[in-house]
Structure formats: structure tokens, C-alpha cells
């Protein structure tokens, strides 16, 4: 787990208002705030928390949204009065802000950001997203 303590929230923010707008998330990355998992099994046995953290799959919602994967800009060195005009372009990703998504805890980077717990999960280890349709109207 990675402790980003040197870059957490000014003191006068509190945990509710922690702003993730600092935060750049970069390619084709997802910041997943994970669920609260369920501490008990159908049949009511309790689970400790080292089952509930070591599971592979996990769930949580999407926080921030990465600009996705960049796409190889063509050569134009052929044509020297072309000015040269590095302009980057991305292929969107699927997730976006709100979602829920399902993930595999195996390619997930775990870190600690104003007291909250976070994954970083790249958009091939997502296996499933839910989205609702009134966050977004």
C-alpha cells in the first residue's frame, strides 16, 4: 500500500470534503473508491478483515477517470513547412464518475489519500461496470 500523506488535504478540509480535483490520473487508469465489504456470509458466519481484503475480486465506485489511451501521432517529417503541432489524442476510456465497477484486486495499486482508501486499477482489470442512469441526468 502507497501512503500519499506528503500530498493529502490542507488541514482545514475535512474527510467529507477531500477534493480529488488535484489528483491526475494518468492513461488508461481508474481511481475506484472501494465498497465497504460485507463482514458477514449469507449463512451469518462473520468473516475477519484479511478474508474480505484478500478476495480477487473487488468492488468499489469510480472517483476519477484517466484521459484513456493515447493514440501514435503520424510522421509528417516529409513536409518541413508544417509546424510542428504535438497535440495528443486519446480513445476515451468506458468507465466514468460515479460507476460502479468490479475489478481484480491482483492489478490494483492500493493507496492511502486524506484517510481515504483508494485502488488505482487499469481499465483491462475492470471486468464489470454499473452505472446508473439518474447520476448522470
Known sequence: ????????????????????????????????KPKSPANRTESGL??????????????????????????????????????????????PLQAKEGDLAIFLQKSAYEVMYGGQRYFIVPQHAILLLERDPDLLS
Open 1 to 32: 500500500m502507497i501512503n500519499l500523506t506528503n500530498i493529502a488535504p490542507t488541514p482545514v478540509m475535512t474527510t467529507a470534503e477531500i477534493n480529488l480535483d488535484k489528483i491526475i490520473v494518468v492513461g488508461d487508469r481508474v481511481l475506484i
Open 46 to 91: 462473520y468473516l475477519p478483515p484479511s478474508v474480505q481484503e484478500n478476495e480477487r475480486v473487488q468492488s468499489g465506485y469510480v472517483m476519477k477517470v484517466g484521459p484513456g489511451i493515447p493514440i501514435p501521432l503520424p510522421t509528417d517529417e516529409d513536409e518541413p513547412w508544417k509546424e510542428p503541432g504535438e497535440k495528443v489524442k486519446y480513445i
